[in-house]
């Protein structure tokens, strides 16, 4: 081995040694080197297997996990641990999955609150089973629904039967959150540590809320009141991802909130129309008179059904019953003008074809005159003129269900038969009218359709069965024949009929003369 300094050689070192000992050291080399190779080795798979353990473990944790969630499986969570970056993937991950879950539960419950507030047109309902729908998702609230009164001045709390009446009223001319939020028509937050105000003393004072939301409800560009989201002290606040739930919530509530509006509204004037369409019965000299009315099922109580007494000239009377097409104020209205319409040509005739002809041709005329699209497509009418000194009964019917009588001596029931057409559908109808002579305890029932077609199969009441009801309670006042009559319509329907129902019973009493019947026009029961 040479010995430099520099580039001046200095001399040399010889090592001596046999080739014994120089094939040795070859081999301690060789040994050392496949030792430090073996070491990389084992260090290089203890670092493969440490990396697969902190990183792609995880990695296929969150793979399975996000498949998961794209089958729906919304509660999935991942361990948040190992290196800081897997920690924050797996944090990410947890909030990403909390959110759609959130967010999928926020979509079923406004799926549930649209059919909850559409359940029912009654204001009342409609409040209460929004507020039972928001205080369902977000816990530990109180939701409350104020709508602003007729005149503009006031909020009104709705969860009340009357809210009118027994509600607590707020002035929209108060600097409160309510009136703040009804006015400017923004989402307002007070009480949180972001919501940028302190918790509304108002709504402190009147119910202890710590912290409240308010949302406009409006509907089609009109202000119909306000939505309050509160929660007492001790609990958080609402947050903003709460916001969007609430705002969706709100808009379904003010459109279901205006449409039971707008139905108290109409059933209001319709039951004006409903009062003047069924009158007292009469007092009519010779006659015993029961009426039965019952609506069919439902939220409306405004029908088409109606009946008449109607005083004439020489002390006859005019007896009607009649049943438009459709219920709510059209059908009211249209029941109200038929029924004048009768009334000023029945002043004109003795004769109730004739009349049932005039008021036919101006109904048809104003039914096809283009006046409503929404015009009934008929009325069927009965008309009868009774004469209590002779105890004469006169009618003539247009589509109308057929009456009964039951002769109180013969014990037989006829059927009212003869007439024509529904008023309103031909022009030139012609109808036909029947006389009988009513003696004391003849029993004369007139209905409508509800009471023929109460049966919830595929069967009628037919009028056989009406007149064995009248003939098995002769010896019973009208009030229990009409009792009678209605609780076998109910009976047949389960309870419920499924169009509306009205009725009438006529006893001829003892100021009527005995006089011989006319000729039946049709034998439907004798015993």
Known sequence: MPITH??????????????HEQQAMLLAVRDWGILMVAITILVACATAYFLAAIIATPIRRMAHSMQAVARGQLHQRLPEEGCCEVRRMAHSFNHMSAALWRRMREMESLQLLGL??????????????AVESVQAVLPDTRAQIWLSDLEREHLVEATMAYPEENGLAVPLGEDCLLSRAYHRRQVLRAGGPEDGEPADPWLRAHFGAASAVALPLVAQSEGVGVLTVLRPEGAEPLQAEDLPFLQAAANQIALALENARMYGREARVASVFQRVLLPPPATIPGLEIAARWRPAPGETKVTGDYYDFIALPNGRWGIVIGDVCGKGTIAASYTAMAKYVLRSYAYESDSPAQILQRTNAALYAQFTGGLSEEAPMFITLLCALYEPETGRFSYAHAGHPLGTLARVDSRVAIALDRGGPPLGVLADAVYHEETLYLSPGDTVALYTDGVVEAARDEHVLEPEHIAAILLAHQEDSAQRVADALLDE????????????????????????DSLPMSPPPAGLAAS
Not at 8 to 16: C, K, Q, S
Not at 116 to 129: N, R, T
Request: proline share 4%; net charge positive; aromatic share 6%.
């Open 6 to 19: 520099g580039r001046t050689p200095l001399g040399a070192v010889f090592i001596l040694c046999s080739t």
């Open 116 to 129: 909850a507030v559409s359940s029912s047109l009654y204001l009342y309902k409609v409040a209460q089973a």
């Open 489 to 512: 319509v109910v009976r047949l329907a389960n309870g419920e009929a499924p169009d509306d129902v009205t009725l009438m019973i006529l006893r001829a009493g003892t100021g009527v």
